[in-house]
């Protein structure tokens, strides 16, 4: 019961963060964003050069931080890795294509659905059906095998990245990109930002908030307890955007999305697809790499390059809606992901194995 209603104050306290973040300078319906985030952080490093998306937003590195700040007092920072980490970017990579044609991650499709944003409703959807895709491997024994102890640097790596861009953020120098117009010239003044990130890591961490696993839960064993931080992140941002006026619903005219339901479906279940299979949703393995999971920072640096790539080839979606690129890299994430899946259960490994010799 304690760790249930942890569970229902961190979404709370989220859903109103967002909304916080939105009314002080964040892109509409965008509070909170893992992959838009990622996207400007690729964007202000150079990796791509969309330039109405470069900013180095500080809130996920704020994630990281919280959650390696408060898994340090609590002595949960665990050094580790070794579990397919090569797969794991992999499915880093596509989750972040499924999420840009989609125009968002899990935790943006319920801000953008308490906002009237219905084309989320069709996300959502999508997301839930890419889950029960993936539960049909993890109950047929999928497993990207167990990670193990590694010396501390490991653990230390992502989190002094996140430091790393802060400074950056902070310092401003020449060689790094700001939007001077479209999203990424939308901000929260920078140290609210990099404060409600690091409070998000923190809530997050210690209740293992997971949009992912919350519906994952719910479809393998019944439990509604990670499910009802969604609801509670939702609800929270549904009530304040009513109080400020800033709740519109309809399928049309929504900020930074399309009303392409096909593709915000196939979007949005490659990401849940592939969070299955890796273990999380992006903001999850934001939050277990600063516990020291070595193996969910590579996941986050295949976000990352997966960001840089959507803007590079074209990949990404817009108001206008999904690039034939697009469409093409969610049918080839669709077919790797799978592939992963398979190649993965025991009696794929076992004919391998039965092969070689």
Known sequence: MKQSRLVIISGLSIGAASVLLMRLGNPANMGVCVACFIRDIAGGLGLHRAAAVQYLRPEVPGFILGSMIVSSITREFKPRGGSSPLLRFVLGFFMMIGALVFLGCPLRMGL???????????????FAAGIWVGLIYLRNGFSLGRSTRLPAPNGAAMPAMAAGTVLLAAAAPAFIFFSTSGPGASHAPLLISLAVGLLVGVLAQRSRLCMAGGIRDLFLIKSGHLFVGFVAIFAAALVLNLAVGDFKLGFEGQPVAHTDGLWNFLGMGLVGLCATLAGGCP???????????????????????????????????????????????????????VAIAYFCLPRAQKGGKADAA
């Open 112 to 126: 953008r659905l308490a906002a009237g944003d219905l084309n989320a409703l069709v996300g959502l959807v999508g």
């Open 283 to 337: 903001l999850r393995q934001c939050i277990l790499s600063g516990e020291g999971d070595a193996d969910a920072a590579v996941t986050v640096l295949g976000m990352l390059i997966g960001a840089a790539f959507a803007h590079n080839f074209g990949t990404a979606a817009s108001a206008a809606g999904v690039t034939a690129n697009g469409k093409w890299a969610v049918a080839i994430g669709y077919a790797a992901a």
